[in-house]
């Protein structure tokens, strides 16, 4: 079974920004993986590989919500801003050996992930969807 499964209830109803959760979570779940064999090497690789997925996802919201004047953009924003900060503390933390990134870390940023699909991703897709946006 995978760490992050892309479901239905997943969806945001925006397809492009659907497709690129589905390749945050491919992401993740490899991490996942490496995690469970302590591979620190290839955590390591996959945590840049996750940060510049995040900054340019994050980037194509915030693009979408300004575009489209989409009302919630500000809390939106400043929510990727604090993640983004957050992952790229703790893959310096990790590399530097201050933190022992592991399954633990993994499952709060599962946690973060559904909690910011439900109260902010959803929100606009469905924002998108009714202004005929995909
Ligand atoms: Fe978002
Ligand atoms: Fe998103």
Redo the contacts with the bound molecule.
Sequence with gaps: MKFIEFTEEAS?SFEE?DN??IK?IDIVNNMYNSILINDKEKVLKQFDELISDLSA??EY?EAIMKETKFQGYISHKLEHDRVLKHTKDDALDFKNGKINFGTENMKSFKTWFYN??DF??KKLGKFLAEKGEN
């Design positions: 945001c920004i690129q959760h945050m996802h994050f919201e910011h699909l902010n991703d």
